[in-house]
C-alpha cells in the first residue's frame, strides 16, 4: 500500500558528508510526520531527527549542529543532510513516516534501512 524508499548510504571518511533521502509512494492522503532512526547492533534505536509537516522538527542532541533534516511535502520526500560525520554515527539509517489513508487510518511505516559507515 506504501513504500518507503531510501537512498544515499554509503561508506565515507570522518568528516565527510552524506545526504539520505527517502520517497514516499502509495495511497497516501496526508503524511504527518516524517523522520530518520538510526540503530547499531545490541543497542535500542534511535530516533535522529524529524519533521512535522507544517515545518516542526526534532534533532537528537548528539547530531545537533552537524546534520539537518528538510521535507517536501508535494514530493512526499525527507532528507537528511549528514556533515562533519563521526565513527559513532556508524549504523543503519531508518526512514519513518506516519502516514494516513483516504478512511483516516493511521499507520507507521519504515523503510528497509541503509548503511551509513564512517571511517576513522
Known amino acids: 500500500q506504501v513504500q518507503l524508499v531510501e537512498s544515499g548510504g554509503g561508506l565515507v571518511q570522518a568528516g565527510g558528508s552524506l545526504r539520505l533521502s527517502c520517497a514516499a509512494s502509495?495511497?497516501?492522503?496526508?503524511?504527518?510526520?516524517m523522520g530518520w532512526y538510526r540503530q547499531v547492533p545490541g543497542k535500542q534505536r534511535e530516533l535522529v531527527a524529524a519533521?512535522?509537516?507544517?515545518?516542526?522538527?526534532n534533532i537528537h542532541d548528539s547530531v545537533k549542529g552537524r546534520f539537518t533534516i528538510s521535507r517536501d511535502n508535494v514530493k512526499n520526500t525527507v532528507y537528511l543532510q549528514m556533515d562533519s560525520l563521526r565513527p559513532e554515527d556508524t549504523a543503519v539509517y531508518y526512514c519513518?513516516?506516519?502516514?494516513?489513508?483516504?478512511?483516516?487510518?493511521?499507520?507507521?511505516?519504515w523503510g528497509q534501512g541503509t548503511q551509513v559507515t564512517v571511517s576513522s
Open positions: 519533521r512535522t509537516r507544517d515545518g516542526t522538527t
Open positions: 502509495g495511497v497516501i492522503f496526508r503524511i504527518n510526520t
Open positions: 519513518n513516516a506516519e502516514i494516513a489513508n483516504f478512511l483516516n487510518q493511521r499507520r507507521e511505516y
